[in-house]
């Protein structure tokens, strides 16, 4: 906290080049990429680095298959040069962070030998497209081969599969990792600071900003030269703060998740299923023990900043896994669920499903405002990249962007032998060494060396879990984890996974966090409290529409 304090007293003294609004996956790439090139960088965010949009993905690193697929239909240069540029930086985001990220087997079933040619010529062209940075050749596959890489997979209407390559991430922890190493590049970042207000200059140009720090209650002004709009979906919101004649140009899409027990596929591979009635493909993926399943693609015209499946969600997206899958999957199943809103570019009407996914850099003349609109998450940095060159015409500048050689915060000295290294350190048992490789890559050596300093650090929170109070010890004092649900949702992922054992965990790491961060007995109470109904309103729509 007294960090804190201190970063907020040098930024009321300071004019920055760069303000960025936003601290998601966009956001916190824009931070690097300026604070790599030499700027005095302020990124601010309302709630947590990755609270919204870039924490609720279906933690695909991808080029989109089903993009690929319209590009081809629609013969779209636009789908087709957005698919070739995320798959070009597939290779970059798992080079930059390997702690976080791997290459993914997707398996495809066909229940014809037809559907088998048409998806094989498909992902081989997706095979073609990524050239050099191939991760691996897609394969047709018998119906034997099919079920030993899915066992579960339905044998009566099954010819066989295409099996193919994506990357996967942990969404949350690449996004704090890039907050981390801009902050090594001199970056400031605050996460719950909320933008209020804009004040301008004599030409009407944005020359600083009024936050509101939602820790400590201060209201207090930030200066900077060029101010950036990277909030995703609620871009409009600050468009219209920083001039109220520009018209709206996000549409916001709903698009929502399940969590299943991991036996429901027994797999290390995913399962794509390529073809839904309304037009989509759904994945079923393996994350954090659980079954990740997802997601709906809906047109939103609420932009909650948090929200749970629906019982019709959960209803569509189980009636597409048992078409596939032998056990049956029932509502009672699901361990959690979490909802996300997607940006994308107005672009006139239709479903949002067919919006190009694509981004856009807009400077408003009046104000001078930078926005970055639309994208996705295997582009934000290309989306970074834009955006600061844009910045760059403002503050008279050219300088080369180097994120792509840049290694984010523990990846640095991160090998297959760091579980080895913190076993050897701690003594803790493979569960706790590496789920905390699997978090934190090499820094998990911190969390090894605060155990070491006290012994009672190194116990669990609870049994049967591996999380231990090193290791919340540490993501308080040195990730910025202010609220529980910093820590339980973000920090650890453990509320996108499953509410049960979020609940568990609030009673621990309520009282360690308030011993820690100085909270009286009544705001702990309350802090806790106050959670536990925000869990009970996330899964409250699944359950009052059942």
């Known amino acids: 906290m007294q960090k804190r304090m201190h970063s907020i007293a040098s930024v009321r003294e300071m004019v920055f080049d760069i303000c960025i609004i936003g601290g998601g996956a966009t956001g916190a790439g824009c931070a690097l990429d300026a604070a790599a090139r030499g700027y005095k960088v302020l990124l601010i965010e309302k709630r947590d680095y990755g609270a919204a949009t870039s924490g609720k993905s279906t933690k695909l690193i991808h080029g989109g298959v089903r993009y690929l697929e319209q590009a081809v239909k629609k013969l779209s240069p636009e789908q087709f040069r957005m698919v070739r540029k995320a798959l070009q930086e597939r290779s970059t985001l ?10 993914l087997q997707l398996v495809t079933p066909c229940r014809t030998w037809l559907e088998g040619l048409y998806y094989y010529i498909g992902l081989k062209l997706y095979d073609w497209i990524s050239g050099r940075t191939n991760l691996g050749g897609s394969e047709l596959l018998g119906r034997r081969k099919a079920l030993e890489r899915i066992p579960t997979l339905k044998k009566d209407s099954l010819f066989g599969a295409v099996l193919y390559y994506d990357g996967q991430l942990d969404d949350l922890r690449y996004n704090l990792a890039l907050v981390q190493t801009a902050q090594e590049y001199g970056a400031v970042c605050l996460n719950h600071t909320e933008a209020l207000h804009f004040d301008r200059d004599a030409l009407g140009k944005l020359h600083s900003l009024e936050v509101k720090d939602h820790i400590s209650g201060l209201q207090y002004a930030v200066r900077a030269r060029v101010f950036v709009n990277a909030t995703g979906p609620f871009a409009d919101h600050i468009r219209k703060l920083a001039n109220p004649d520009l018209y709206p140009r996000i549409r916001v899409s709903r698009g929502v998740h399940i969590l299943l027990p991991k036996h429901i596929m027994n797999s290390k591979s995913a399962l794509l299923i390529p073809q839904t009635k309304d037009g989509r493909v759904l994945f079923a993926i393996p994350y954090q023990k659980r079954l990740l399943v997802g997601t709906t693609d809906d047109e939103a015209y609420l932009t909650a900043a948090e929200f749970g499946p629906t019982r019709h969600e959960v209803d569509y997206l189980l009636g597409y896994i048992n078409q596939y899958l032998d056990v049956r999957a029932t509502p ?4 959690a669920g979490f909802g996300g809103l997607r940006p994308l570019v107005m672009a006139g009407k239709g479903n949002t499903k067919d919006l190009v996914r694509d981004h856009e850099v807009e400077v408003d003349a009046g104000s001078g405002l930078i926005s970055i609109l639309g994208g996705k998450w295997t582009t934000y940095r290309l989306m970074a990249k834009d955006t600061i060159d844009i910045a760059e015409q403002r503050l008279e500048k050219k300088t080369p962007c180097t994120t792509h050689r840049i290694m984010l915060a523990g990846s640095m000295m991160f090998d297959h032998n760091t579980a080895i290294r913190l076993e050897q ?6 569960e706790i060494v590496k789920h905390l490789v699997s978090k934190y890559g090499d820094r998990c050596m911190l969390v ?3 155990a070491l300093s006290n012994p009672d650090l190194r116990e669990r929170l609870l049994p049967g879990m591996p999380y231990t109070y090193a290791e919340l010890k540490y993501v308080v004092e040195y990730e910025m984890a202010f609220t529980l649900e910093d820590v339980l949702a973000r920090r650890w992922g453990v509320q996108l996974a499953d509410w049960q054992q979020t609940r568990d965990l609030i009673t621990p790491v ?5 011993s820690n961060l100085g909270w009286t007995t009544g705001e702990t109470k309350k802090n806790m409290d106050d959670y536990r109904r925000q869990l009970d309103l996330l899964a409250g729509e699944l359950k009052s529409a059942g």
């Open 94 to 103: 798992l080079r930059i962070a390997p702690h976080i990220t791997r290459p």
């Open 332 to 335: 009672d199943m699901v361990t």
């Open 425 to 430: 350190l701690t003594g803790w048992d493979h």
């Open 448 to 450: 090894g060396e605060m």
């Open 510 to 514: 309520g009282v360690f966090m308030g």
